[in-house]
């Protein structure tokens, strides 16, 4: 956060706890917060920026349900504090590098660029610039958990890589019941920052796992990054431990990880057994590994990177669970806890194919994630759960932006995907494999949905934006804590 950032920030300080005393004067008076939700769910499609968002409507022939009219959307800011752990040369480790600020101006310069990197030409001044101040998904899920901006890579810390502590926490605090799920390993970047661990180096899988794993946080977590199977869901004849180290797996399988506290963690990586718990009994706490290695499905074979195959034509792996069905199970454990829940559902492998600029893979991603989306909303429509739209804040958007553009986007800056109708592949372009800084967008609907509409904004051209810090400190509210940006 720049100096500058810092001081106008003070006035929506004092406003925020203007709020937080009037809704525990009104508790205290007996008259409910109505703006409070009693259960919050946030939706992560990983990589999701505004292209990937029309290639998976491009692709169904009709919107998707979360831009309907009952939501609102939003659009939010990316960039990271600063590129590494280490501070930027001149600038303190918890201030801003104004070099990685958005900036329309220098985001949508069409001056011809002649220069390259990674493979991927630049065309313009603006693709050169957008993928040389993008984010991660270490510091932009740090944003959105936490309200502190910091480095690339980072999980939880700040830019002085000291631990902060995330808004799952606090709703576990407040009596909450937290769950997390993805299509990634559990210990990737955006899961472990929604399940409140802290470390300075998003690749310290295991110990992020053993944060996750012994903590008091989380009632669920569910995911993919099993050691003992592959990317297609066969057995592995020696286990790999990437993302849980062997000590913790096999505490795991016993039921008596080390330092966990109470009640146990219940172990189950038995797809039918996880669609069972959709329904009926369930668990204390629920640790789900889904028997494959890395993604439910996005890596399992063929796996070619660039490949521009059409959803579908590949079969996917039988025996894995769905994003969906691992989001259903979950909920069916968070909604016993009568004092509401706090529930984090990534897309993680939307980015995955898209690192592999995989189209084909990258919209069954999207229809997997899209599908969790409609299954949840169904759910709170129907109301018969303990928890409807009347109690339920929902968001819905994504980490970071990939810069996918239309088939002649390296001649015509910023064309759009081209639609060849549904069910056909958009004609579209890759301009890299890694990230940009382009904003995403944001839909929410719910209980103290209209409060993001109190956010401050700036202008970015045709829209007005916020950075993501503001869902943080927004969240920390919402669950009636303060953060640690707002503490003072």
Same mark, same amino acid.
């Given at each position: ?310 959803? @579908?034509?590949? #079969?996917? &792996? /039988?025996?894995? +669970? ?6 259903? $199970?979950?909920?069916?454990? %968070? ?16 980015d995955w194919a898209m690192h592999d600029t995989e189209i084909g893979r990258m919209i069954e991603e999207m229809t997997d994630f899209h599908s969790t989306v409609e299954a949840v909303c169904e759910l709170l ?21 990939h810069l996918l553009l239309g088939p002649e986007s390296d001649t015509v800056a910023f064309q759009p995907l081209e639609d060849r109708g549904p069910g056909v592949v958009p004609g579209h372009l890759w301009h ?20 993001? @509409?109190?956010? #401050?904004? &700036? /202008?970015?051209? +045709? ?6 810090? $503001?869902?943080?400190?927004? %969240? ?13």
């Amino acid at each position: 956060m720049s100096r500058s950032a810092s001081l106008s920030r003070k006035p929506q300080r004092a406003v925020a706890a203007l709020l937080l005393l009037a809704a525990c004067a009104a508790v205290a008076c007996g008259q409910p917060d109505q703006s409070q939700p009693k259960n919050i769910i946030v939706f992560i499609a990983d990589g999701c920026g505004e292209s990937t968002q029309r290639a998976l409507e491009l692709w169904r022939g009709e919107p998707m349900i979360y831009q309907g009219p009952a939501w609102t959307r939003f659009d939010a800011t990316t960039y990271p504090l600063r590129p590494g752990p280490r501070p930027s040369r001149g600038v303190p480790p918890l201030e801003q590098d104004q070099r990685f600020v958005y900036d329309y101006a220098l985001a949508t310069d069409t001056t011809p660029d002649e220069g390259s990197s990674l493979g991927y030409p630049f065309h313009f001044r603006s693709y050169r610039w957008l993928r040389a101040t993008a984010s991660d998904s270490a510091n932009t899920a740090t944003s959105i958990f936490t309200g502190v901006s910091t480095y690339r890579g980072a999980i939880n810390v700040d830019g002085g890589q000291q631990p902060i502590p995330a808004v799952s926490k606090a709703a576990s605090e407040r009596g909450k019941a937290v769950g997390i799920v993805t299509s990634v390993p559990v210990s990737h970047a955006t899961p472990a920052c929604a399940a409140g661990a802290s470390v300075p180096n998003r690749e310290m899988y295991h110990d992020i796992t053993h944060q996750m794993l012994t903590g008091t946080v989380c009632t669920v977590i569910a995911g993919a990054g099993h050691p003992e199977y592959d990317d297609n869901a066969k057995r592995r004849e020696t286990p790999k431990y990437t993302y849980i180290s062997e000590g913790d797996w096999n505490a795991l399988k016993a039921g008596s990880v080390a330092g966990a506290t109470s009640p146990a963690w219940t172990l189950v990586d038995d797809t039918e057994r996880v669609r069972a718990l959709a329904e009926g009994d369930t668990p204390e706490r629920l640790f789900i590994l889904a028997p494959v290695a890395h993604t439910l499905q996005q890596m399992r074979t063929p796996h070619v990177r660039g490949d521009s195959t059409p959803p @579908g034509v590949h #079969p996917l &792996t /039988p025996g894995v +669970p769905t994003l969906r069905e691992l989001t259903l $199970a979950a909920l069916n454990v %968070l909604d016993n806890d009568p004092d509401g829940f706090f529930l984090m559902v990534e897309g993680g492998a939307v980015d995955w194919a898209m690192h592999d600029t995989e189209i084909g893979r990258m919209i069954e991603e999207m229809t997997d994630f899209h599908s969790t989306v409609e299954a949840v909303c169904e759910l709170l429509d129907a109301g018969d759960r303990g928890f409807d739209w009347s109690n339920t804040l929902v968001i819905v958007t994504a980490d970071h932006d990939h810069l996918l553009l239309g088939p002649e986007s390296d001649t015509v800056a910023f064309q759009p995907l081209e639609d060849r109708g549904p069910g056909v592949v958009p004609g579209h372009l890759w301009h890299a494999d890694t990230h940009s800084n382009l904003p995403v967008p944001l839909f929410v609907r719910g209980v103290g949905a209209e409060r993001f @509409g109190d956010i #401050p904004t &700036t /202008p970015a051209g +045709p829209k007005r934006v916020f950075h993501q810090t $503001a869902i943080g400190e927004l %969240l920390f509210r919402l669950v009636g804590a303060p953060n640690a940006a707002t503490r003072e």
